[in-house]
């Protein structure tokens, strides 16, 4: 255990670890410390628990439920951590941080403990914590750098605003559309290069005068860049205009960069007003051009780059859209 903790490097680390002459006893071992730790108190616990994700990702996790440690960001800016299966259901200790001027410290008024079936809730899990704080220590929070099979393809949103007519649409494609993406992909047999594409949608929504943005979709082929959008906003409306309708100029799709370290890239897509005055069937039919769309265009941006199966992920991806989209898988 001594030596796991101290090899940081993953290969090096896979290379300890295959030297082991019983691989089913270590990787008992290993589990057990992983449950020790799963209610992990302190910055230096969570990190021994990420280390014990990655060299079960490496040794396998047997007749476990397989798992993966993430350090997320909450949306007070705070970080959160937690585990998921390859359904992206959490298990085992969710937390999130409280910044301190001496490091990070367990917010236990916002951590939660789901239950796992490798571990039965105890008593003690689900504690009336009175906001306390937990232990603050100096240490940057891992995350897990080898990740699990599961679905490649994370759908997120901006914003939690838009407009009343869109709201049927999203509460499906959060309800209905992910679970079927997390049970229904088949990440095992994609490849292991890619983690995550996340498809980040951002709605057009006006709540008040205050609180406002309307997207307005620029011409693909003029290739604006950030500081284009406002200038090209002049030429087709008046300053008055701009500020009492809350309009932003924005490319449909904007692609991030690959990060082969972390598995993950990224694509903004935004949504203009006129989406939302569609039918809501129409609503559903173009979230599913835009998602395979901008699926296609990652796959022939990383085709030559990495080894990936993208051509049967496409496929599985758009079997399970056209489902949703025709709501068949009901």
Aim: charged share 30%; glycine share 4%.
């Amino acid at each position: 255990m001594i030596q796991i903790f101290e090899i940081n490097d993953l290969q090096k680390l896979r290379e300890y670890l295959s030297k082991s002459p019983d691989l089913e006893k270590i990787r008992t071992y290993l589990f057990t410390e992983f449950l020790k730790h799963s209610r992990y108190k302190n910055a230096a616990e969570w990190n021994k628990a990420v280390r014990l994700c990655e060299c079960l990702a490496i040794v396998g996790w047997g007749n476990h439920e397989p798992l993966e440690a993430i350090r997320g960001i909450y949306f007070n800016g705070n970080p959160d951590t937690f585990f998921i299966n390859r359904h992206n259901e959490p298990r085992f200790l969710e937390v999130v941080w409280s910044k301190r001027k001496g490091g990070v410290a367990i917010d236990f008024e916002r951590s939660y403990f789901h239950e796992s079936p490798d571990a039965p809730l105890m008593k003690e899990d689900n504690v009336d914590s009175n906001g306390l704080i937990g232990e603050i220590q100096d240490q940057k929070l891992c995350s897990q750098r080898n990740w699990i099979p599961k679905n490649p393809i994370y759908l997120t949103r901006g914003i939690a605003n838009c407009y009343e007519s869109s709201k049927a649409v999203i509460e499906s494609l959060e309800k209905e559309l992910k679970p079927e993406l997390n049970h229904r992909m088949r990440p095992e047999l994609y490849g292991n290069a890619v983690n995550r594409i996340i498809l980040n949608c951002s709605f057009s929504f006006y709540d008040n005068y205050h609180c406002k943005c309307n997207y307005i979709i620029a011409d693909e082929t003029l290739k604006l860049k950030q500081k284009d959008f406002y200038p090209a906003l002049l030429n087709m409306f008046s300053k008055e205009e701009i500020e009492d309708n809350g309009y932003y100029l924005r490319n449909r799709f904007s692609y991030g960069p690959f990060k082969p370290d972390t598995g993950m890239t990224r694509v903004e897509i935004v949504f203009e007003k006129e989406f939302s005055k569609l039918p809501q069937q129409r609503q559903k039919q173009l979230l599913c051009e835009y998602f395979i769309h901008a699926i296609q265009q990652v796959a022939s941006r990383l085709n030559r780059k990495i080894d990936y199966n993208f051509p049967l992920m496409i496929t599985d991806f758009t079997s399970i859209l056209k489902a949703w989209c025709e709501e068949k898988y009901r």
